[in-house]
């Protein structure tokens, strides 16, 4: 199992256009290959920057959703509304 840390900031006043995005990215999501479960958090205090932890069951499984046609598309509608490039970090439980 992995989890996968996701960072984005938001251009000002679009934060409800994300959240709309953003579920729709989650509902598709749900259905890849490998995904257990995930969430989204938004710094307090800034409700610009947001945190997605999702879980999948392996690095091969992620890699196959983060290169797909259908994260592709989802990002088509996410990405005009960042202010910066998202930062994605992975990580697996130490041994």
């Known amino acids: 199992m992995i989890k996968i840390i996701i960072e984005r900031r938001i251009m000002p006043g679009l934060e409800e256009e994300y959240e709309e995005a953003a579920r729709e990215a989650m509902r ?3 259905g890849a290959r490998g995904f257990v479960g995930g969430e ?6 800034h409700s610009d920057r947001r945190l997605m932890i999702t ?3 392996d690095i091969s499984t992620w890699k196959e959703w983060y290169q797909s046609e259908q ?3 989802v990002m088509q509608q996410l990405l005009p509304l960042l202010s910066e490039d998202e930062r ?8």
């Open 55 to 57: 879980k999948w069951r």
């Open 40 to 45: 989204s958090l938004v710094e307090l205090g």
């Open 71 to 73: 994260r592709a598309r």
């Open 88 to 95: 994605i970090r992975i990580y697996e439980p130490s041994s």
């Open 28 to 30: 598709q999501s749900l």
